[in-house]
């Protein structure tokens, strides 16, 4: 970063898209001022080198730079996610010990400055709540701005540390798809090698104008869109609160030539660009992470976006492991989760670890230099998570054919065994989709007393569409879907629960299907 700040200081460093499109800039000489001043700050706040510092922001300007400040200063950078409420933040502010937490005055009607002087209270260790002010400027604090406010001193950064690569850069909580969150810590050393081996694989070089839709405070915005922006030296596009219209505008402005984000991210883009009738000249790649994607989607996005659009599989513990390589047999890019990053080698194991040949499905897991240190105060889930050779156990369902491209086919947890039938859950989703009716689908184990478990589809309706259970079966039949896979129950829903960074939530759904099933037994 210094090195873009001291050759290229006026070259433009991160545009922020913010409340009704308006966008707002900072060039690489402005940032490395700013962060200059996060960095002083925090000293001043008494933050050491290994210490967290906690940060609950949208994707701001501002938020790049107190990335950048603390880690300047050998500090840990501690993001935390926009929509996180007391009850997370309490959990995740006691179990890092954190005594710094920065925050907006308010975002989307959130009094967020309140709940943090609320959590102050409760949290022993929480010391410092540091209140951003509105429209902060980078090269001086805001008029009036109070001791707890933001805007220290622009000051040397005198007594921070020679860094090493081994010494921890991040600690992301995991969000929860599957339950309690669990902090990962990631090392420089990890972050910079996925970086390099991320840039390496879809040929990004400076030139490149990367958009991060995703939210900074997890890892598809934090490393896969800022980290390797700064280090490309290229511009970055953040967006503070998703909204499709102004983004596709965004992206057509500053000539946006790659982005990495969740699936439905994808879809609200192709449906802008199909209803404009425009495509977004400039962009060559679309990385969908976090589900799988649609294959109708994916078909679509390529035409809509005129840009390669295809799949990828990473975990905030081991980082990006495979994806489409851009300019491949498209089939291949939308049809699968892509091949091994190079450095990286996948296998599917049985339950015993014994490791499968091409096509079978089982257990995936990933052998990568790029490697969490471990889950944050929890040595016995660490040593659960990683295989005594080394592996990392994704917790997924996959095959892996004879040329090395891999397909996830569901979670572990989230298989659904009837009868001794295992369900292929994402083939049968994969299905559904392709419904006029259907925008979004899901499908969980709901309890049977008789088989175990059986399937019941949540499905989100097309606007204007409707669709009943025997429509749904009489469409499954049509498509030569073998009956014992068919979802034998329908909830429609008006959404379905996403964790932040575009995963449905299934556990919710699985408990929301339990718990009605045994209200409507007991009542009768």
Known sequence: MGQHARERPDDRAVV????????????????????GRWAAQLLE?????????????????????????????????????????????????????????IVPREFRGHDHAAMAQDLKTRVSSLEHVVVLPDHLAP???????????????????????????EVSAQLLFTSGSTGEPKGVLQTHRSLNQAARMHIRHFGLTADDVIYVPSPLAHQTGFLYGMWIALMLGAPQVVQTAWDPEAGFDAMQATGVTFVQAATPFLGDLVRVASERGETLDALKSFVATGTAIPRELAR???????????????????????????????????????????GITLRIVDDAGNELPPGEEGNFEVL?????????????????????DGYYRTGDLARIDADGYLKITGRVKDVINRGGEKVPVVEVEQVLYTHPAVREVAIVAMPDARLGERACAFVVLTPGEQLDFEKMQQYLDAQRVSKPYWPERLEIVEQLPYTPSGKIQKFVLRDQIAAEMQRKAISR
């Open 300 to 342: 679509t996005g390529r035409t809509a976006l005129g840009a390669d659009v295809g799949g990828a599989f990473g975990t905030t513990e081991s980082c990006l492991g495979a994806a489409f390589v851009p300019g491949e047999n498209p089939d291949r890019a939308w049809s699968t989760d892509g091949r091994a990053l190079e």
């Open 139 to 165: 090269n001086h604090a805001a008029p009036g701005a109070s001791s707890s406010e933001a805007g220290g001193r622009v000051g040397p950064t005198a007594g921070a540390p020679a860094l090493s690569p």
């Open 16 to 35: 922020e898209v913010g409340e009704g499109g308006a966008l707002k800039a900072w060039s690489f000489g402005e940032l490395d001022q700013a962060a």
């Open 368 to 388: 990568t230099p790029t490697m969490f240190e471990g889950y944050l105060n929890r040595p016995e889930l660490t040593g659960a998570a990683v295989t005594a």
């Open 45 to 101: 706040l008494g933050v050491k080198a290994g210490e967290p510092v906690a940060y609950q922001l949208p994707n701001l300007l501002e938020f790049v730079a107190i990335s950048l400040g603390a880690l300047r200063i050998g500090a840990i950078c501690e993001p935390l996610m926009p929509i996180f409420r007391e009850r997370e933040l309490e959990f995740m502010l006691r179990a890092s010990d954190t005594r710094v937490l």
